[in-house]
């Protein structure tokens, strides 16, 4: 059986139109039940999954995430370098910060702020929220936070 080309597998996601890939509702269910998210700074009246959320009128890299615990998906066009590192910037201020993430392990951005989340990559292909077939691009969750104290044991030798 031949392999469907690309373009055959989901236009739409091989196609500029769009940068905004709605976030599957089964998977921000699963992490707000982790998290109890109060922030969505990457939405549209229509896909918003929190009640507090920036459009992109609104710029929600302008906005201030601190106080929040926040989701995010952000456009995954040119500036998702610059989301990453606000994300990252806005957990050292002390906020919670979860991202659904191209798994882009090639990225300046990848390397310069992921790598000091948690990060969680996702067994399969998202499918987003109105698609019909799976991304063409693995995922990955990424979560900034403050860890809490660690406590560590250590024995001593006698000797």
């Known amino acids: 059986m031949p392999t ?12 500029s139109a769009t940068d905004e890939w709605p976030t599957p509702q089964w998977l921000y269910t699963a992490l ?3 998290f109890g ?3 969505d700074p990457c939405a549209t009246p ?6 507090h959320f ?19 998906n952000p456009p995954y066009g040119r500036a998702i370098g610059l989301w990453v590192e606000k ?14 993430l191209p798994s882009r392990t090639d990225a300046r951005w990848w390397h310069n702020y992921v790598m000091k989340g948690e990060i ?6 998202v499918t987003f929220e109105g698609g019909k077939y799976p991304a063409p691009f693995p ?3 990424v979560v900034f936070r403050r860890p809490g104290p660690v406590m560590v044991s250590v024995s001593a030798k006698e000797g």
Request: glycine residues 4%.
């Open 32 to 34: 707000d039940r982790e």
């Open 139 to 141: 995922s990955a969750i």
């Open 54 to 72: 920036f459009t992109r009128e609104l710029d929600g890299l302008a906005q201030d995430w601190s106080q929040h615990t926040v989701f995010m």
């Open 4 to 15: 469907p080309s690309r373009s055959a597998l989901n236009p739409v996601l091989f196609s």
């Open 87 to 100: 994300a990252y910037k806005t957990h050292l201020e002390g906020a919670t910060v979860v991202a659904l």
């Open 46 to 51: 229509a896909n918003a999954k929190c009640r």
């Open 37 to 39: 998210f109060t922030l």
């Open 120 to 125: 969680r990559f996702i067994r399969g292909r």
